[in-house]
C-alpha cells in the first residue's frame, strides 16, 4: 500500500506561519512515502516567498520525506511582464524542483507530475501536445499492476468553485488531454487551484476514462473560499482508494471522515457499491 499526502495552494506570501509549523509536524508524524504538493507554493512568485517555500522543502526534504511538486499559475510572476513571459520558472527551479514534470515510482503506484502553469494563460491552465505524448509514454513504461496517478495545479475538469454552482475553466487542449489519460489508464487524478476539497468520477464525462479526481483545499494559505485549510491523506491498494481529508481545527490538523472507492471495472464506486456521482462539468470543444 502506498500513502501519500497531498497538500496544494501553499501560497506563501498569504500565508499563516501557524498552519506551515503544523502541516510540517504533521506530515512528520504520518511519515507517507510521498508528499505530492500540487503547485502554487507562493502568492506572487516574489524571491523572498519561494525562499520561504524552499525552506519548507528543505525540512521536508532533511527529516526523509520524498516530496513530487509541479507550479501554479501563483509561481509565475504577474506584475513582472519581462520575466513572466522571458524566465517565468527561473525562481520555481532555484527554489523548488528544476524538473517541472516529475516522475516517482512507489511500491504500487506510478506517480507523474505535468506543469500546467503558462504565461499567456495568467490564471488558467494549459497542457501542451507535448506533454500529453509523455503521459502516455511514462505510464506505458510502468508496471501495469501499479495504481497510475496523474498530478497537476489546475484541474483537468471545469469543477465546481463555489456554493452558487459555478464551475472553474478547465485545461486547454482539454479533449486531448482527457483521451490521454483514458488511454494511458490513468486511476487517480490529483490537483488544486480551487483551495476547495472534493472529490469527483472521470467516468461521468463521456471519453474521460476511469480516474478517481481527487481535489486538495489549500493547506496554508489564508485565501479560503468557504472552507477551511485542509489537506488530503490518501491511501493506495490494487483498486481500492481511501481519502481522509485533514482539516485545520483551532489550533491543530485533525483527520475527518474518510471516503473509501473501490474500483468496479472502467468506474469507481464508494465502498459499499454506490457510484461516485459528483456533478462534474462535460468536455468542451
Not at 223 to 236: D, K, L, T, Y
Request: hydrophobic share 40%.
Amino acid at each position: 500500500m502506498a500513502r501519500i499526502l497531498h497538500l496544494s495552494d501553499l501560497h506563501f506570501g498569504a500565508h499563516d506561519p501557524k498552519l506551515v509549523e503544523a502541516v510540517a509536524c504533521r506530515v512528520d508524524e504520518e511519515h507517507p512515502d510521498l508528499v505530492v504538493i500540487s503547485g502554487d507554493f507562493t502568492q506572487r512568485a516574489r524571491t523572498e516567498q519561494f525562499r520561504d517555500a524552499g525552506r519548507f522543502l528543505t525540512r521536508l526534504r532533511e527529516a526523509g520525506h520524498e516530496v513530487l511538486a509541479v507550479p501554479g499559475n501563483h509561481d509565475i510572476p504577474l506584475y513582472n511582464v519581462l520575466r513572466r513571459f522571458l524566465s517565468p520558472l527561473t525562481r520555481y527551479r532555484k527554489y523548488i524542483d528544476d524538473t517541472l514534470c516529475p516522475f516517482h515510482d512507489l511500491p504500487g503506484a506510478s506517480i507523474l507530475g505535468i506543469n500546467t502553469a503558462r504565461s499567456a494563460t495568467f490564471k488558467d491552465g494549459s497542457i501542451s501536445h507535448e506533454q500529453i505524448r509523455f503521459i502516455r509514454d511514462t505510464f506505458a513504461k510502468t508496471d501495469p499492476d501499479n495504481v497510475r496517478i496523474l498530478v497537476t495545479h489546475h484541474p483537468l475538469f471545469a469543477l465546481p468553485v463555489g456554493d452558487g454552482g459555478e464551475h472553474g475553466v478547465p485545461v486547454h487542449h482539454q479533449q486531448d488531454a482527457l483521451a490521454a489519460i483514458a488511454e494511458a489508464g490513468v486511476d487517480l487524478l490529483l490537483a488544486g487551484h480551487n483551495h476547495l476539497a472534493s472529490t469527483h468520477a472521470s467516468s461521468l464525462v463521456h471519453g474521460a476514462g476511469r480516474a478517481l479526481i481527487v481535489q486538495a483545499g489549500t493547506a496554508t494559505s489564508t485565501r479560503v473560499r468557504g472552507e477551511g485549510q485542509s489537506f488530503n491523506h490518501i491511501e493506495v491498494e490494487a483498486n481500492h482508494v481511501k481519502v481522509t481529508i485533514e482539516t485545520w481545527q483551532d489550533d491543530r490538523f485533525a483527520r475527518g471522515d474518510s471516503q473509501c472507492f473501490d474500483r468496479n471495472g472502467e468506474h469507481w464506486d464508494l465502498d459499499g457499491g454506490e457510484p461516485v456521482n459528483e456533478v462534474i462539468e462535460g468536455v468542451t470543444q
